[in-house]
């Protein structure tokens, strides 16, 4: 019987030339990857791109990966950055990190219910989303979709916990106004 391995110990065998390893890490983590890169770009064509950009570093970087059971944050950290290099490029300016949002720590307290009442469906959810801005609906994919905790959440787009978490806040709001806008209703 095959046993299946962890993360942490094909990521150390590929660091020391196995390569089968290293082709179980790629078949894992392909799909999950490209579909988070999907759900940031909303494109199907420039997600093949750059999940394979993403691939690439990860596998230029991965002999320096110091900590290998922390290979999905690690992973998802640079296909978001692969994602952002990527919208950079396409549009041609670097957006600030902050520009254009309030702070987020002050909105984090306010009471606002957290989901969104009723049974959705996946596609549902999915057209929600792609009405989001790309930082909302980055952090709702690591959470609810990828089940991150918000201390990899955190790791993945490099921000303290509480960032998060007010974040996460802020996205659920305009998720539900979006589904609601959408006919969704409570």
Not at 64 to 83: G, H, K, N, S, Y
Not at 149 to 178: F, I, N, W, Y
Request: hydrophobic share 40%.
């Amino acid at each position: 019987m095959d046993v299946p391995r962890s993360d942490a110990l094909l990521v150390v065998r590929a660091q020391l030339g196995d390569r089968r390893s290293l082709g179980e890490l790629v078949d894992r983590w392909h799909e999950p990857l490209w579909r988070y890169v999907r759900r940031l770009l909303d494109a199907p064509g420039a997600a093949d791109d750059v999940a394979q950009e993403a691939w690439a570093a990860a596998l230029r970087s991965l002999p320096r990966l110091r900590e290998p059971d922390r290979f999905t944050p690690w992973l998802f950290t640079i296909a978001r950055r692969a994602v952002l290099n990527h919208l950079r490029d396409r549009y041609g300016r670097a957006e600030s990190p902050t520009a254009g949002h309030p702070d987020e720590t002050a909105e984090a307290d306010e009471a606002v219910p957290d989901d969104v009442p009723g049974v959705l469906d996946r596609r549902q959810v999915e057209e929600g989303l792609a009405g989001l801005p790309p930082r909302e609906r980055d952090v709702l994919v690591l959470f609810y979709l990828y089940d991150f905790p918000l201390t990899d959440c955190a790791e993945v787009l490099q921000v303290p916990p509480g960032t998060v978490k007010s974040r996460l806040h802020r996205a659920r709001r305009m998720l539900h106004a979006q589904l609601v806008e959408k006919g969704y209703h409570e």
